[in-house]
């Protein structure tokens, strides 16, 4: 079979091979063995290389060159819109992108490696190869979850890798002429004229593709892969652009265009591409009345604000954003109908941080006092397009319709309701810091990934390879006709099919990622491919989602999973079957960022990448929460996870005093505590004492019990200021949650 040619090396193991098909998986980074539907051994003698990721490789010939294409600049591609849609949209729009890419290598006789595609809903659509449910395909067409980097085999063909990059280009500028066509049709008043000639040379540099090839070894293929991606990042990190720069800056993402306006004129037409602020002011405010006109609601409901200053790429996301401009598109690109859009029922930064009020205002009453008020304040808007959709699964599977939260946004509010909506008490109340003004958002993934895909990490944690292969009490449980192999030496190898075990995991990781933020949470998935992911919910949560994200990850008990009755590491309990979880072996690093309503969505964005980043820099297996105020002010705290299980789950018990101010006590007494950096040793009596002044149940002896497992926790603990910043978010997470519960008997009492 050829994909023994992958397995050379465990072949030559084993003198005798048992041919009987196992009813074994082996998990790719622990090594357990157990008995699962999900990653099952295609060989007794395969060293785990499940059937899943065997399947990719079940032909007669493989192509001899090995290509990796990368495209770019994706971070500020996402972090350029100015609403949650956008930012959902535009990472779509790279997944939409990468899709087109597997469609044509595979169609010019390519064969895709990774990422993987067989179960892709978009690829499936865009091969005709039907293999989903239509159930499926319409649930997960809109997901984005494809990376930016596709590495793949290619034949002798002259050029063939080089053409093949030319893709992303392209499709984008094949996207663009059709979003053109659509959005003309759709709203020609407003979305007509000069400006789309800008749109298209402004977008003619947006992406830079980056590609690295040679010929194929398949004993030394994951080497191969290591080092051509290992080359794509240097031909990133050293600037090797291939097309104009703006205004000193490598990509017009960036923000450095003018203001899009459709009366725009290319520089050779008499044009500057740029208009005074006063005509583009104008214009943008009569889109924005246009948009909000009950006439158009059909069409235009809420397409643009008044505060709305969009670039060209900018635009082009928030057009593809509206469901009846891009299905349209894809359909005139395509030839065929895409699978319904759900954005038009994507929630708003409204809705994201009043998802918390279900479980804690009873739905007559939020209807009597807000959705009263909607009906007040949007008197003149049609019904239909001021549903009480909130885009979030929670909320609006409830019986009971909880009214949209928009009236509680003044942005919202027509220019002639101002002046009543800012006189009435409900929507006012605690204005600059009640609960209902946060955001939060997670960023992480995994730790080490390209260590563990190279192989490196396995010797590193000193995971033998025998683990991986049978031993002799399973081979006489099985009653196999094979030898014990005494020549398996040293960590575990790397080949192709165990390198996609790795990827397969995670896109199992994935499934419960969505169900568990989706289904059991207030939360959004923005994006979620491979290790990476992106999710979107409200302050209340911002606990204890961090909980059961970690949870969820390293195989404990969670809403969606259960642990198994003899702990297997990388095994649990998913809808009574064994499922397989990334497991403790590998480390994971997340960012939470809660962000102040008037924080930009940009720097919001930004943030979220600093903080993951920051829980890396500073030992990995970490979590690091920052707090972003309107002020400009921030509050960062970076904890290991063993510490932060205790310390974000322990409250004071004190009858005399509220929870927060028992915080606010403490974290003054150790503001104004004044010792010196690493004495908090020296102090742990004094700690004690404060600790325990608030009726905090907490001791110095817990905290060196957890810290003795860990050398590098030590620098956490011995740092004061770690102390009062971990203080200073427990008082924060305090007050939002007092705010919150006075603006809910505010609703109650009314």
Not at 57 to 83: A, D, M
Not at 461 to 479: A, G, M, R, V, Y
Not at 721 to 727: D, F, H, I, R
Request: hydrophobic content about 35%; aromatic content about 12%.
């Amino acid at each position: 079979m050829p994909v023994e040619e992958w397995l050379i090396k465990q072949k030559e193991l084993y003198s005798q091979r048992d041919n009987s098909p196992p009813n074994l998986s082996t998990h790719p980074i622990s090594g357990e063995w157990i008995q699962s539907e999900y990653l099952t051994n295609k060989y007794w003698w395969g060293g785990g290389a499940s059937i899943e990721s065997c399947r990719q490789f079940e032909e007669s010939s493989y192509p001899p060159n090995i290509g990796v294409i990368s495209f770019g600049p994706v971070q500020s591609f996402l972090g350029g819109g100015q609403r949650l849609r956008d930012w959902a949209v535009a990472s779509w729009l790279c997944h939409y992108l990468t899709g087109v890419l597997i469609k044509h290598w595979i169609e010019n006789g390519g064969k895709i490696l990774l990422p993987l595609y067989e179960e892709s809903a978009l690829v499936d659509w865009l091969l005709n190869t039907s293999t989903l449910t239509s159930e499926k395909l319409e649930e997960e067409f809109w997901q984005a979850s494809f990376p930016n980097v596709v590495t793949g085999l290619f034949p002798d063909s002259l050029n063939w890798l080089e053409n093949i990059v030319t893709t992303i280009k392209e499709e984008w500028s094949n996207l663009l002429y059709n979003l053109e066509k659509i959005a003309v049709d759709y709203e020609p008043k407003l979305l007509n004229g000069h400006g789309w000639k800008v749109i298209h040379e402004d977008n003619k540099y947006l992406w830079s593709v980056y590609y690295a090839q040679i010929p194929k070894e398949t004993n030394k293929i994951v080497e191969q892969i290591r080092d051509l991606h290992q080359e794509i990042e240097s031909q990133k990190l050293g600037r090797a652009w291939s097309k104009k720069w703006w205004g000193g800056r490598t990509s017009p993402s960036a923000g450095y265009l003018s203001i899009w306006h459709p009366g725009l004129k290319l520089i050779d037409k008499g044009g500057t591409w740029g208009l005074p602020d006063r005509e583009i002011n104008n214009w943008w405010e009569s889109a924005a009345k246009k948009s909000q006109d009950p006439k158009n609601f059909n069409k235009l409901a809420g397409l643009f604000s008044s505060s709305d200053r969009l670039n060209s790429i900018e635009l082009v996301k928030r057009l593809a954003s509206v469901p009846e401009i891009i299905m349209p598109t894809l359909e005139r690109r395509w030839e065929k109908k895409p699978p319904k859009c759900p954005w038009g029922k994507f929630p708003d930064r409204t809705a994201i941080a009043a998802a918390w009020i279900y479980n804690f205002i009873d739905v007559s009453r939020w209807n009597e006092e807000i959705g009263t008020r909607g009906d007040l304040y949007f008197e003149n808007k049609s019904k239909p397009s001021w549903s009480n959709q909130w885009g979030i699964k929670c909320i609006d599977k409830q019986t009971e319709r909880f009214a949209h939260p928009r009236v509680l946004e003044r942005r919202n509010i027509d220019s002639d309701y101002v002046e009543d909506w800012d006189d009435d008490n409900l929507l006012t109340s605690h204005q600059w810091d009640c609960t209902r003004e946060w955001t939060v958002g997670w960023r992480g993934d995994g730790d080490q990934v390209g260590k563990w895909l190279s192989g490196k990490q396995y010797e590193k944690q000193n995971l033998p390879w025998s683990k991986w292969h049978l031993d002799l009490e399973k081979i006489k449980e099985f009653n196999l006709n094979m030898e014990y192999c005494r020549e398996l030496e040293g960590s575990r190898q790397v080949d192709l099919p165990h390198l996609l075990d790795l990827s397969r995991l995670f896109s199992y990781w994935n499934t419960l990622l969505y169900r568990l933020s989706e289904e059991n949470y207030d939360s959004k998935v923005i994006f979620a491919g491979g290790d990476d992911f992106l999710i979107l919910g409200p302050i209340t949560q911002a606990i204890s989602l961090t909980d059961n994200l970690h949870k969820l990850w390293i195989g404990e008990e969670t809403p969606v999973t259960q642990t198994l009755k003899s702990s297997v590491d990388g095994w649990v309990k998913y809808d009574d079957r064994i499922y397989p979880v990334p497991g403790k072996k590998m480390t994971f690093s997340l960012g939470v960022v809660i962000a102040q309503r008037r924080i930009p969505q940009s720097l919001w964005h930004q943030g979220l990448n600093q903080a993951y980043k920051e829980a890396k820099n500073q030992g990995r297996d970490r979590v690091c929460v920052q707090v972003l105020f309107n002020s400009g002010q921030s509050l960062q705290w970076v904890c290991p996870w063993p510490l932060w299980e205790l310390l974000m789950s322990i409250k004071p018990n004190d009858p005399e005093n509220t929870e927060l101010n028992c915080w606010e006590k403490l974290l003054f007494y150790f503001d104004n505590t004044r010792l010196q950096k690493n004495s908090v040793a020296i102090a742990r009596k004094l700690i004690d004492t404060l600790w325990a002044s608030v009726g905090l149940p907490l001791c110095w002896e817990e905290i060196r019990k957890i810290t003795k497992k860990d050398r590098y926790f030590r620098k956490e603990i011995g740092n004061w200021q770690w102390w009062v910043n971990w203080l200073a978010l427990r008082g924060f997470l305090a007050r939002q949650a007092r705010e919150r519960e006075n603006w809910q008997k505010l609703v109650e009492e009314k």
